[in-house]
């Protein structure tokens, strides 16, 4: 299985702080000019060729006086296709990035190998927003996804992004590393079941650990049963092929000291739903509930390339939820790892199992801060949509935090409560917990009280419940249906909200 994301990363970006005249717009096919809402005179001066520019879309408003964009072909030999575009100054991240997708489309639809971007009329801080917010959607459109056609469509040519008419370059270097890891998990999650099961994934993150420089272990069954994961292995027991198992990928900075950051995910490369079998309309679909995994996954690639000054253990809970005589059924009492007896309910409810498990192994390594990924409850869309994703935490103290990660980042979240009466729902008479309940009430707080049991309570912690890991038509700056939601918010959660560093109790 290859490293997917090595075409993303030969594209080079340039930035000049000089605007382009009609000799350098004649040399590109494609050339993206991006003006305010209002564009006045000195606004299309900048402008090569801004008569044509000018005339045409005063036209265009005049048919729509709410028209944001043109499609023109300029008068040169060329036949230059120009993108035109309008924003509003303040307009939010998220409405940046989704005019972003619509014009990396049209880009695409080009397929150029190269493109010309002239942000003109902003200031500072906004031509830099908009230079990394096309930047992420150009990268996100022509990165190559998984295709088993018998006639496979050609990798984009894209090889060169030139932007200009900044008063200085902006540091793309947050935006590359998204773009990668964004990449990693979109792309594994898109692998079918058949292609990527928990021993493909394990030979695949193997490969990638030794091409970064991670350092790797994989528990076993066997290693998860001297462990006394009951949780995990109920989860796994009916697998005809014993390949389940938790990886733990180590990336260590060269400067010892810092915040160590632990990061998890649910990494079900098939979910059946077990003896209470999905129907087909909620079972179409389950390759892609490992993308808590994934998302795990492209988030410490990302951080590693950007040489982050922390260390970071990466938790992938790697298993398929089948069906069989060896299947877990409700009503079943395990004992996870740190001694909690639970009582099945639900064996579709196989997500909170592993990570359980999972969750409390990485606590011992004693992270400041834990965050899990899943694709985890149904009930965290119905109330939020695939718009948003839900979080939680440990910790009342840091949701203004998560809220504000979410909307600087573009992908956007809520948090939900943790308030302890919600265990009253899941009080067993046989065992400590019950796994679920049947009601449905709810569900998403209720799974997060259940991983609640298995992390310290001296230990800073994130649950994402990834209800925006898959929207049709994409999300944001994202053009797939398969989002990858999570790897930029972590980012922006980490690095310009300065996560690690805060103090949260």
């Known amino acids: 299985m290859e490293i997917p994301y090595r075409h993303t990363e030969k594209i080079k970006i340039n930035q000049h702080t000089k605007d382009p005249d009609r000799k350098r717009m004649d040399a590109f096919r494609v050339a993206v000019l991006v003006l305010p809402d209002a564009p006045r005179k000195p606004h299309w001066e900048r402008l090569a060729y801004a008569d044509v520019l000018k005339a045409r879309f005063q036209r265009c408003r005049r048919r729509d006086k709410h028209a944001c964009q043109l499609l023109t072909d300029l008068p040169n030999a060329a036949g230059t296709r120009a993108i035109l575009q309008t924003v509003k100054p303040d307009a939010s991240n998220f409405e940046l990035l989704c005019s972003a997708r619509k014009i990396a489309a049209e880009l695409r639809a080009q397929d150029p190998t190269a493109v010309l971007l002239h942000i003109a009329g902003f200031d500072r801080p906004t031509a830099s927003r ?46 590359l590393a998204e773009s990668i890891g ?19 994934y394990r030979a695949f993150v193997t490969k990638l650990a030794a091409a970064e420089g991670w350092k790797m272990d994989f528990l076993d069954t066997r290693a998860l049963a001297r462990r006394k994961a009951g949780a995990f292995l109920a ?7 014993n390949d389940a198992g938790i990886v733990h990928l180590r990336y260590r900075p060269a400067a010892r000291g810092g915040q160590r950051l632990a990061l998890v995910g649910k990494g079900i490369c098939f979910d059946t739903g077990g003896v209470n079998i999905k129907p087909a309309r909620y079972m179409n679909g389950m390759h892609e509930d490992m993308q808590g995994s994934a998302v795990a996954l492209g988030t410490l690639l990302a951080l ?20 069989g005589s060896k299947a877990y059924k409700p009503n079943d009492v395990v004992t996870a790892s740190n001694g909690t007896t639970i009582e099945v309910i639900h064996t579709d409810a196989e997500g909170r199992m592993v990570l ?5 192994l990485a606590c011992k390594e004693k992270p400041r801060l834990l965050i899990d990924y899943a694709t985890l409850t149904g009930a ?34 809520w948090p ?13 008479t046989l065992a400590d917990t019950k796994q679920c309940t049947l009601d449905g009430e709810a569900d998403h707080i209720l799974a997060a009280r259940f991983l609640n049991r298995f992390v310290d309570d001296d230990i800073n912690w994130v649950h994402v ?26 980012l922006n959660l980490l690095l310009q909200q300065g996560a690690l560093e805060q103090s949260w109790n």
């Not at 999650?189 to 493909?200: F, K, V």
């Open 130 to 175: 908009l230079t990394e917010t096309l930047t992420a959607a150009i990268l996100a459109a022509v990165c190559p996804m998984p295709s088993y056609k018998s006639k496979t469509d050609k990798p984009a040519a894209l090889k060169r992004i030139e932007v200009y008419g900044l008063e200085q370059p902006v540091d793309l270097a947050q935006v």
């Open 465 to 490: 419940d990834l209800a925006a890991s898959n929207r049709k038509g994409g999300l944001g700056h994202i053009p797939t249906d398969t989002t990858g939601f999570g790897v930029r918010y972590t």
């Open 182 to 200: 964004n990449h990693l998990a979109r792309w594994l999650s898109a692998l079918p079941a058949n292609d990527l099961t928990p021993a493909h």
């Open 235 to 241: 989860v796994a027991q009916a697998s005809p092929v």
């Open 356 to 360: 359980a498990d999972t969750l409390a």
């Open 416 to 428: 939900f409560p943790l308030d302890k009466d919600f265990d009253e729902d899941l009080k067993s």
């Open 380 to 413: 965290c869309i119905y109330s939020l949509s695939s718009r948003y994703s839900g979080v939680f935490s440990n910790r009342d103290a840091l949701h203004a935090t998560l809220t504000t990660a979410g909307r600087e980042s573009g992908e956007r979240v």
């Open 304 to 323: 590693s390339r950007l040489g982050i000054e922390h260390p970071v253990d990466c938790w992938l809970a790697l298993a398929q939820n089948h069906i």
